[in-house]
């Protein structure tokens, strides 16, 4: 089929949509149509981007907590570290991104790399750092819609999601553990 002179990809002839694409399709058919869902979710993965969006929080708190200080700071740190952690399991795994035709890819991503979604484990560590830093139930606040997000703007399966909080999770409780210890050494 042509349009316009260009090529395109005839979907009838595609097969319909199972596991986890099916969930994506499900996901943002649910979704994706609501007023303000795209806008709202492409804005929260510019903010996610490389983690750039918690660190200039971390810093902002460090800026402006005084007595949180360290906690701020290794939120910062932490935040870095999930998403250095999901770059190179990413590059070790190197799982593409969902291709399904049924899937809109409703944002434009810096690899085609997907396993497991940085965004979530940047924001689930960053989440769990800052809820220390503040007493919030953050992560509760947080994670859920920035993985949901990633489905919803088509860039990664719900098993990318699910090991990135994993993953950000164990980052987090490893950054709290060093920066532990670092104060009970001082």
Known sequence: MRDNGAASVDKSDALPPSGED????????????????????RGMSHFGEHSLGWMALAALGAMFSRRRRREWIAAGVGAFAA???AVVI???VRRTRP???????????PSR????????????????LMGRATGLPL???LVPPMALSRMVLGVHYPSDVATGVLVGAVVAKATE????RIEGAQ
């Open 177 to 180: 553990a060093i920066a532990d």
């Open 139 to 141: 992560p509760a606040l």
């Open 99 to 109: 291709d399904h035709p049924a899937i809109a890819v409703n944002v434009g991503t």
């Open 113 to 128: 790399l997907s396993f497991p979604s940085a965004h979530a484990t940047s924001t689930t560590a960053a989440a769990i």
């Open 22 to 41: 099916a969930v994506l399709v499900a996901v943002q058919s649910a979704l994706a149509t609501r007023p303000g869902v795209l806008p709202l979710a």
């Open 83 to 85: 998403h250095a952690a």
């Open 90 to 92: 990413k590059r070790v």
